[in-house]
């Protein structure tokens, strides 16, 4: 089975969100919400059915999880892309900017990362993509260690910086060899304010 996975900001109703717009116009695929300050407890939860006590849980409700960021406008052409492909771990294509997509490689330290650009298509292995619209096998879930979605901190001779939650993950699927990918066919808006 497959669930998407809406995961809010505290004070934000899901009916008042450009994603819930887009999902009422998709056919019946069960959603969880899961709402809180802190965005990685807010992922950890909806991935638990919103029961932040079963982190040790492996009896999971889906076999695949869509997360969906409340600012990210979709398809159900998106949506019904991503669910098709075998790979435990893969999203759609969103701008951070005119020039470049939220995905990419590496460069230099873990904690720097590089955008791919504008112009990028098909399925890449990318380094990090982010969570606003990202597909996730439950076999990722149970692998990796609770919490899955954390900020881990990166430190250097120069700096220290915490990563956000999404790339933490994306280092713990490094640490366990499990590779992400981007479909850079499926190109998404980001409203950046999700407010309908």
Request: proline content about 3%.
């Amino acid at each position: 089975m497959v669930k998407i996975a809406f995961t809010l900001p505290g004070g934000i109703r899901l009916e008042d969100t450009i994603a819930f717009k887009c999902y009422k116009k998709l056919s019946c695929i069960p959603y969880i919400v899961s709402y809180g300050a802190s965005i990685a407890h807010v992922r950890n939860t909806a991935v638990n059915e919103n029961d932040s006590h079963k982190i040790f849980q492996k009896d999971f409700s889906f076999d695949k999880i869509l997360f969906i960021d409340y600012d990210i406008e979709f398809t159900g052409e998106d949506v019904s892309k991503i669910f098709s492909y075998d790979h435990w771990v893969i999203g759609g294509a969103y701008k951070c900017s005119e020039y470049c997509y939220t995905a990419g490689p590496w460069m230099g330290i873990p904690g720097n990362v590089s955008h791919a650009g504008i112009n990028t298509t098909g399925i890449h292995k990318v380094d990090w993509i982010g969570t606003g619209f990202l597909c996730i096998d439950r076999k990722v879930f149970e692998t990796i260690q609770y919490p899955w979605f954390e900020g881990i901190l990166i430190e250097t001779a120069d700096e220290a910086v915490e990563t956000s939650e999404d790339i933490g993950l994306m280092l713990k699927l490094r640490k366990y060899n499990i590779p992400a990918f981007c479909d850079f066919d499926v190109v998404l808006k980001h409203h950046k304010v999700g407010l309908l």
